[in-house]
């Protein structure tokens, strides 16, 4: 397997070539080198690579425009920034240009062998992801909640209140590529930890080590304790109970600057996506609206729709999917949470359930779907999106007051009764359709018909 992960290292020291190539090449990886960016162009434009370390500062060419050039040329490669221990900024504008990664300088050959590892990893990953999503819409099933700052595939930040408290830990991409967290070597208690470089130590199955960088500066005020009992937490809860240290900052403003916030992170990787163009046709990233799930929370019933963690249990039990596997409760809530709300309010799935509360029974984080549908309903009548045939049947009531023709056989049914005929000609609803606003909504429907 190794043989067939081509490398190519880039940068201008001679010396930094050969040993990146010595270590990678004895652990069995084909190994290139380019003293120069125009060379690497050169060679990308031939048989290409599966993973590229590049210098930061080279004469001419630098490793940020080596970046987005390579991207052009082959989109599909990873590539990883070789940057000095403080330029954490330039290590995350690089990853924004596509970089997979960065490793600062010096480092060990064990970082080295590591970060291609985690490189190979993450790209068995993500094809197995995409695969998934063909059928789905969602291009990746990574957990990030919104109300974090990240340094990227990495780690993540939650300010506490007040600011003199920051939570750290790593994120979820970070920790799969990993894999299996065996132990952790925690950073002392009143030491300090720098943006950008290394805190703590990460042993993972295989005998592996990782260093895991600070996304911010200050003093540690206290370490996950449970974690030297079960280091595993990070893989179990990565932004709960699989918390690394509590650190009091030093410089929380400026760092954050240099970290994505909440919904900025889930557009990173979007965009990331595009510039990896393996699936430009799926989300254009300029409409997505990140306030369309406050937007859904805000109604009666949407209220817990970002406690959905696309575990998928919704769709396992739904009725309405046995017999239509378009229809996918947990890809509606993926949709809505990206903030598509476009294709969400147009579509036709939310008028698709049956509203038997089934997922609602079996929701491990306590979303109540049919509420949270209805309230996506709400939303899309207001704006006109009405499906033809709810119209068609708005319209028999407005005019007859009733869905069903009465013929003589019921009137008959209600002689006998004693009951008095029913005419169709009632027309008894267009009063409240005026009053409640119905009639309005009716006149404003955009939806093509499906
Ligand atoms: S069962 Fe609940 S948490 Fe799981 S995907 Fe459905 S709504 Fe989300
Ligand atoms: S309420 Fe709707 S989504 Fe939930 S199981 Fe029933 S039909 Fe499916």
Redesign the pocket.
């Known amino acids: 397997m190794k043989e067939k992960i081509k490398i190519l290292v880039v940068d201008d020291e001679e010396v930094v070539c050969r040993s990146v190539n010595r270590i990678l090449s004895k652990e069995g990886y084909r190994v290139d080198e380019a003293l120069r960016p125009e060379v690497a162009l050169e060679k990308m434009k031939g048989a290409g690579y599966d993973l590229v370390f590049t210098d930061w500062k080279m004469p001419g060419i630098d490793g940020m425009e080596l970046i987005a050039r390579i991207k052009e040329i082959r989109p599909e490669t990873d590539i990883v920034m070789i940057t000095g221990y403080s330029s954490i900024e330039s290590a995350v504008k690089a990853m924004s240009l596509g970089a997979f990664n960065y490793i600062p300088k010096p480092f060990t050959p064990n970082e080295l062998s590591n970060i291609t590892a985690r490189a190979i990893e993450r790209r068995r990953l993500l094809r197995e992801e995409r695969s998934k999503a063909e059928k789905t819409y969602v291009i990746f099933e990574y957990v990030m909640p919104d109300d974090l700052y990240y340094l990227p595939e990495h780690a993540w930040v939650r300010v506490g209140e007040g600011k003199e408290v920051a939570e750290i830990g790593i994120d979820d991409v970070y920790q799969k590529t990993i894999g299996r967290i065996t132990k952790i070597d925690l950073p002392e208690p009143g030491g300090l930890v720098t943006q950008g470089n290394p805190y703590a130590e990460i042993h993972a199955s295989g005998e592996r080590i990782y260093q895991s960088f600070s996304p911010i500066s200050g003093m540690v005020a206290e370490v996950n304790q449970e974690l030297k009992r079960d280091a595993g937490l990070v893989n179990k809860d990565p932004y709960g109970k699989g918390w690394i240290a509590r650190v009091n900052p030093s410089s929380l403003e400026e760092d954050l600057k240099n970290l994505l916030h909440g919904d900025a992170v889930i557009k990173w990787w979007l965009k990331r996506e595009i510039i990896e163009r393996r699936q430009e046709n799926y989300v254009n990233v300029v409409a997505l609206d990140p306030k369309f799930k406050f937007e859904i929370a805000a109604e009666p019933g949407g209220e817990k729709i970002r406690s959905c963690f696309a575990c998928g249990t919704?769709t396992a039990?739904?009725?309405?999917?046995e017999i239509d596997d378009e229809y996918n409760?947990r890809k509606i809530i993926r949709m809505a949470l990206l903030g598509m709300r476009e294709e969400v309010l147009a579509s036709n799935f939310i008028w698709l359930?049956?509203?038997?509360?089934?997922?609602?029974e079996y929701c491990p984080q306590g979303v109540k779907?049919?509420e949270v549908?209805n309230a996506i309903k709400n939303i899309a009548v207001r704006e006109g999106h009405i499906p033809p045939s709810f119209i068609t049947q708005l319209e028999l009531i407005r005019t007859h007051g009733r869905l069903y023709p009465i013929d003589d056989f019921d009137n008959k049914k209600r002689k006998k009764e004693g009951l008095p005929p029913i005419r169709m000609e009632a027309g008894g609803a267009e009063r409240t359709y005026e009053l409640s606003g119905l009639k309005k909504m009716m006149t404003k429907t955009v939806r093509p018909s499906p």
Do not use: G, H, N, Q
Not at 353 to 360: K, P, R, T, V
């Open positions: 919704c039990i739904c009725p309405v999917r409760p359930c049956a509203s038997c509360y089934s997922c609602e779907f049919t549908i």
